[in-house]
């Protein structure tokens, strides 16, 4: 666990409805910040198109863990039809690989499942128990029920406390606060 920081998270801008937030997170973006994030009560796609984000690892994770899967269970057998175990059956050939295919198959529907699964988990920082933005009041009351967000982080090089409020500012939302660590 990284030890705690301190300082500011960033500032947190509230709007009223998803096409102001919309509209400030595409501008943001165009203007140049790369550290910003939107919360939403319900899935908006236009505010995930404005922030450019688009890249998503989880298809490829579940790629690699499927060719995993088949390669390690084909493998598996492979090894243990020809040098653990050998066996011959009415003179069958060791190495029968046509027999090998539905166990690999399964194997790999298993590993992509669970590599979904867990690399979703991973790639979205979950489990996790605090985010800095809970320490803002209004995130807390309205995150989950009818306000959208829009925080830019204090990470992004563009960031200087005062020029960062005034340009959220110019949005006119409904507050401007700062969050901290």
């Not at 009415?90 to 298993?110: C, D, M, N, Q």
């Not at 979205?124 to 803002?136: D, M, T």
């Not at 967000?149 to 401007?176: H, M």
């Amino acid at each position: 666990m990284p030890p705690p920081r301190e300082g500011t998270y960033g500032l947190l801008a509230e709007f009223e409805t998803p096409g102001d937030l919309v509209r400030a997170a595409r501008q943001a973006h165009q203007d140049g910040w790369r550290r910003m994030d939107c919360y939403t009560p319900y899935p908006v796609e236009e505010a995930a198109e404005a922030i450019g984000f688009h890249r998503n690892k989880v298809p490829l994770l579940t790629l690699i863990g499927g060719l995993m899967g088949g390669a390690a269970m084909f493998l598996l057998e492979t090894w243990i039809s020809t040098l653990a175990y050998p066996l011959n059956i009415a003179g069958r050939p060791k190495y029968s690989w046509p027999a090998f295919v539905v166990p690999a198959y399964e194997w790999t529907i298993l590993w992509a499942g669970l590599s979904a699964a867990f690399g979703m988990l991973a790639l979205c920082g979950l489990p996790s128990l605090y985010h800095p933005l809970f320490n803002a009041p209004n995130f807390r009351d309205g995150a989950t029920t009818d306000k959208f967000f829009l925080c830019l982080e204090s990470l992004d090089p563009k960031f200087d406390r005062a020029q960062t409020k005034a340009y959220l500012e110019a949005f006119q939302p409904t507050s401007v606060v700062e969050v901290d660590y």
